[in-house]
C-alpha cells in the first residue's frame, strides 16, 4: 500500500493484523471469564480490549482517518467470521469418543444477542474514536497528542459502553445494574488507555520515522461507509 510520498508502508499491515488479533483474542478469550481481584469483579478482557483503542488512535495518527477506518471494517469482518464460525463448530455433534463438548460450549458458545451488542458496539465505538483523533489533530496542528488520544477515548469508549451494556443486558440485568457495570467498566477502560499514553507516544514516533508519514485529515471524507483509504 503507497504511502503519501508514493513509497510503500512497511508496518501498516502488520498494525492492522495486531489490531485483528487483539480484538478477537480480547473478545474470544477475555470475554468469557469472570475474574476477581480482592472482591473486585470485572470481565478478564477488559485488561485487553482497550489495547484496539491504543492501536487505532496509533493508526489514525500516523495514517490518517481513511487508512484507520479501513482496518475498523476489517475488525468488523473479522467478528462477523469469528461468531458465526464458533455458532457452528459449537453446533457440530461431537463423536462418541470426546467428552469435551459442555466444556467447549461453555468456552466457545456465542449468545446472538451479545454479538450484536459486541460488533455494532465495537464498529461504532472505534469510527468515534478515529474521527475525534483525526479532527483534534488538525484542529490542534499535530501538537500535544496526549490530548488527543485521551479525549478520542473518551468519546469512542464511551460510544462503545453506551451500546454494548445496554442491547446486550437491558431487560436480562436490572437496569442498575447494566447502569453500574457500564459506568465502572468504561471508566477502567478510559483509565487504563490513559495510562498506555506514554507507549502510544513511542509507537507513534517510532512509526512516523520509520514511515516517513504524518497524516492531517484536511481534506478527507468522514463517513464510515467506505473501504477507501
Known sequence: MPGVSGQ???YYDFAMAAFVAILLCSNLIGAAKVA???GFEFGAGILFFPLSYVLGDVLTEVYGY???RRVVWMGFAALIFMAVMSTVVVGLPPADT???QSAYETVFAVTPRIVIASIVAFWAGELANAYVMARMKV???G?????????STVVGQGVDSLLFYPIAFLGIWEIETVFTILVTNYMLKVVWEAMLTPVTYRVVAALKRAEGVDVYDTDTDFTPFSLRS
Open 139 to 141: 484542529w490542534m496542528e
Open 98 to 100: 470426546w467428552h469435551g
Open 36 to 38: 476477581s481481584i480482592s
Open 143 to 151: 501538537k500535544r497528542l496526549w490530548t488527543r488520544t485521551i479525549g
Open 8 to 10: 510503500p508502508l512497511r
Open 66 to 68: 481513511a487508512r484507520a
